[in-house]
C-alpha cells in the first residue's frame, strides 16, 4: 500500500509541468473551495480525539471520495486552444496533487492509531 501511494505521487510529481500555472476554471475553483473545506475538516480531525475524530475523518474520507468521483468526470471545454487546454491540465493536476497530499495526511493518522476502526473503517479496506 505504502509503495502504491509513494509511486502515484512520484507519478504526480512527473507530470506536472514546469511552467506556470493559468487561473483555473469556474469548475475548478468549485474543486479549491471543496478541497480547501476538505483540509479544514482533516485539520479539525487531528485535533480531536475518540469517536468525534473517527467521525471527521469518516466525513473527511466521503468529501475525497465525492472529488475524486468528481475530478474523474472533469473535461476541459470543447474548443481549446492547446495553450488553453495545457493550463486546464495545469489546473487539474494542481487539484489532483492537494487531494493526494489530504489523502496521505488521513492514512498517516490512521497508521498512527487515530483513524478508523474495526467497524467504521475505509469501504473496501477490511480484512479479507
Do not use: C, F, V, Y
Not at 509513494?6 to 475548478?28: N, V, Y
Not at 479544514?40 to 480525539?49: C, D, G, I, R, Y
Amino acid at each position: 500500500m505504502r509503495k502504491l501511494l509513494i509511486a502515484a505521487l512520484a507519478g504526480l510529481a512527473l507530470a506536472l509541468p514546469l511552467s506556470g500555472m493559468a487561473g483555473p476554471d469556474e469548475a475548478q475553483k468549485q474543486m479549491i473551495q471543496r478541497a480547501q473545506e476538505a483540509k479544514k475538516k482533516l485539520t479539525a480531525a487531528q485535533a480531536a480525539s475518540g469517536a468525534e475524530r473517527q467521525k471527521m475523518m469518516q466525513e473527511h474520507m466521503q468529501m475525497m471520495q465525492d472529488m475524486m468521483a468528481q475530478m474523474q468526470k472533469a473535461k476541459p471545454a470543447a474548443g481549446m486552444k492547446p495553450e488553453q487546454m495545457r493550463e486546464w491540465m495545469d489546473e487539474h493536476m494542481k487539484l489532483m496533487q492537494q487531494m493526494m497530499g489530504q489523502m496521505m495526511d488521513e492514512h498517516h493518522m490512521m497508521m498512527q492509531g487515530g483513524g478508523m476502526q474495526s467497524n467504521g473503517g475505509m469501504p473496501g479496506m477490511g480484512k479479507k
